[in-house]
């Protein structure tokens, strides 16, 4: 037997509270060095010509202050930035995800999202999504790569009410919900140091307010699936993806938000 996977990496507690809560905080995850080598990959990568509102791995968000399209997201990034590929198979963080889904996880879909100064936030929504074949096991890895605050937009996850599924019509579209609809669920702001990840299910509602400071707020997002739940399924997601974000109307308005 793989002795990596023979040693639990997490305490029944940190698996109870998963479950319960639907998020778990793992501080110092990742050591600063591999951190500076996704950020430095992370820096040269937006000087480049890459950045494209037409580039289909692309996605802006408008400014707060003037409207005018951000680059944010890079969708995917392991192909492009091998720190970040390191991050996303690193044997103690597949290890962790084999304790919460109590078999082996794979790679699903992995995103770089820089949140730069004056970016608007995102409306409370679950990353599920009735497509066709989307796993529901998908659950979402995310690293910090600077420190995260409610000043910078930090994430936000709305704790147990996963436990609900999917909250809103199976119709392929994607939805947003009211802090109202979160009744009395607690928010928990990932106030994050580099380094530090947070893991959430892909029914954890979650959101996020605009940068207001003066500094990027980078963070990668990792998600997988189970691998019972569908096997590797990363290249056909993103063949999927792609192939709805041509239908879309991305080309008349290439800053469309779309996760
Ligand atoms: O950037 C954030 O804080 C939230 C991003 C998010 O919700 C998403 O990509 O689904």
Redesign the pocket.
């Known amino acids: 037997m793989n002795l990596l996977l023979s040693t639990c990496p997490l305490t029944g507690e940190q698996i109870r509270s998963y479950r319960e809560d639907g998020y778990l905080i793992l501080p110092s995850f990742f050591d600063n060095e591999r951190i500076e080598a996704v950020l430095d990959e992370a820096d040269l990568l937006r000087r480049t010509d890459l950045v494209d509102p037409l580039n289909l791995r692309c996605r802006f968000m408008p400014s707060v202050k003037t409207g005018e399209p951000l680059f944010e997201?890079f969708d995917p990034i392991i192909d492009i930035s091998p720190a970040s590929a390191s991050l996303a198979h690193d044997a103690q963080l597949y290890a962790v995800l084999h304790a919460l889904y109590g078999e082996p996880a794979s790679l699903f879909k992995d995103?770089l999202?820089y949140?730069p100064p004056g970016a608007r936030?995102?409306g409370i929504?679950q990353?599920w999504i009735s497509w066709p074949g989307f796993p529901r096991s998908f659950l979402t890895v995310l690293v910090a790569l600077d420190e995260a605050d409610v000043s910078n937009?930090?994430?936000r996850v709305y704790s147990g009410m996963h436990r609900n599924g999917c909250l809103a019509p199976e119709n392929g579209e994607y939805h947003q919900f009211s802090p109202d609809d979160m009744g009395i669920a607690r928010r928990i702001d990932l106030e994050l140091e580099p380094g530090d990840i947070a893991i959430f299910t892909g029914f954890t509602p979650?959101?996020?307010e605009a940068n207001l400071s003066s500094q990027d707020r980078r963070?990668l997002?990792l998600s997988y699936n189970a691998q019972s739940d569908g096997g590797d399924l990363r290249a056909w997601h993103y063949a999927d993806f792609q192939r709805r974000r041509r239908q879309s109307s991305y080309q008349d308005s290439p800053h469309a938000f779309f996760?």
């Open positions: 997201v995103k999202i949140k936030g995102y929504h990353d937009g930090c994430t979650h959101c996020s963070q997002f996760r």
